[in-house]
């Protein structure tokens, strides 16, 4: 009920977007998120949007390069990726909590993910 999409091959500096389309009904006290998982390591909190608010969160690995925004209309969530490198290499995956939460654990709904490669 999430798809998230947009990743691909890019060079270090460059910029990208990824989208995650949501089918499941999302209140305005709902918040949605990004988490991202590298090969051999564990999943990793990204970025987190309040859908009502619009109030965003972001892990200190990527405050300043990632903005997490929202389209309610469209019910699409979005993530802009800028000055990447090679440490964001991962599969990227969208996902939705009823309550404030950085822990995977805590969200109900996710996406597939999307694999974002940077080549240094």
């Known amino acids: 009920q999430l798809q998230a999409f947009g990743g691909g091959l890019v060079q270090a500096g460059d910029s990208l977007r990824l989208s995650c389309a949501a089918s499941?009904?999302?209140?305005?006290?709902?918040?949605m998120g990004w988490f991202r998982q590298a090969p051999g390591k564990e999943r990793e909190f990204v970025a987190l949007?309040?859908?009502?608010?619009?109030?965003?969160y972001y892990a200190d690995s990527v405050k300043g390069r990632f903005t997490i925004s929202r389209d309610g209309a469209k019910n699409t969530l979005y993530l802009q990726m800028t000055s990447l490198n090679a440490e964001d290499t991962a599969v990227y995956y969208c996902?939705?909590?009823?309550?404030?939460?950085?822990?995977?654990?805590?969200?109900?709904?996710w996406g597939q993910g999307t694999l974002v490669t940077v080549s240094s």
């Open positions: 996902a939705r909590a009823t309550s404030y939460s950085t822990t995977p654990k805590d969200f109900d709904y």
């Open positions: 499941v009904r999302t209140y305005s006290s709902h918040l």
């Open positions: 949007i309040r859908w009502g608010t619009g109030r965003t």
